[in-house]
């Protein structure tokens, strides 16, 4: 079946701009993570969804940073006033009920470049 | 911040040889697993071992646990040039957290 899709597979913008990112998961899948991967490190963790409410945000970086879900299945990461520290690539994720010792299933990424 | 830690940051080996990448976390886990990850995009799942399990086993891949000293191993046999990309050891940690912990992973070049 469909894995994870996401889209657009890159970005690039000017500092200042906004921009937002979208993430196809996994159909039937109730459990949705984004992560952020800057060059060279592992992937860090950013926001984890269960259904259409954000169970734990912690990892959002500021108030810039923002996702959605609104019907549990599609969700949209948004970044205001985008700075080039935000540069890396953006993973999504699903798992079929977010508990643990799940598999997650990740998509392609998009690489954010800020200029 | 991330949790885990591997070494070495890069590995370079001929085809046919074993490749032994290791992993070292911070907190207690339910569980930790290995990804794969070709050319810095997607991540692909290889492994998943519980925290009351000391050894698994998948094709070509072994991965320990040793919970009493934070760590883990990754061993994949007879190498293959295909198996060049950047491993992570990723860990769920205790408490019901759903979110996985990263390391900064290990690049295997496997040379032919």
């Known amino acids: 079946g469909a894995g994870v899709s996401q889209t657009p597979s890159n970005k690039v913008t000017e500092k200042g701009k906004y921009v937002e990112l979208r993430c196809d998961p996994i159909s039937g899948h109730t459990a949705l993570y984004w992560y952020r991967q800057s060059l060279g490190q592992g992937p860090e963790f950013l926001i984890y969804f269960q259904g259409t409410g954000a169970a734990d945000d912690s990892g959002l970086p500021n108030d810039r940073f923002f996702a959605v879900r609104p019907e549990g299945s599609v969700s949209t990461l948004k970044i205001q006033r985008t700075e080039r520290g935000d540069s890396a690539v953006y993973l999504c994720?699903?798992?079929?009920?977010?508990?643990?010792?799940?598999?997650?299933?990740f998509g392609p990424g998009t690489r954010l470049l800020v200029l | 911040s991330q949790q885990g830690e591997e070494d070495p940051q890069a590995l370079s080996i001929q085809e046919g040889e074993n490749a032994t990448m290791n992993c070292s976390y911070k907190?207690?886990?339910?569980?930790l697993q290995w990804y794969r990850q070709n050319s810095g995009r997607g991540l692909v799942h290889l492994i998943l071992?519980?925290?009351?399990?000391r050894e698994k086993h998948s094709g070509r891949l072994r991965v320990t646990l040793d919970t009493s000293k934070k760590s883990s191993s990754l061993l994949i046999t007879a190498s293959r040039a295909a198996d060049t990309a950047s491993y992570f050891c990723?860990?769920?940690?205790?408490?019901?957290?759903?979110?996985?912990?990263f390391g900064a992973g290990t690049r295997l070049a496997v040379h032919p």
């Open positions: 990723a860990t769920e940690q205790s408490g019901g957290y759903n979110k996985l912990i």
């Open positions: 907190t207690s886990i339910n569980n």
């Open positions: 994720a699903s798992s079929p009920q977010g508990g643990p010792r799940e598999t997650q299933y």
């Open positions: 071992i519980r925290s009351n399990e």
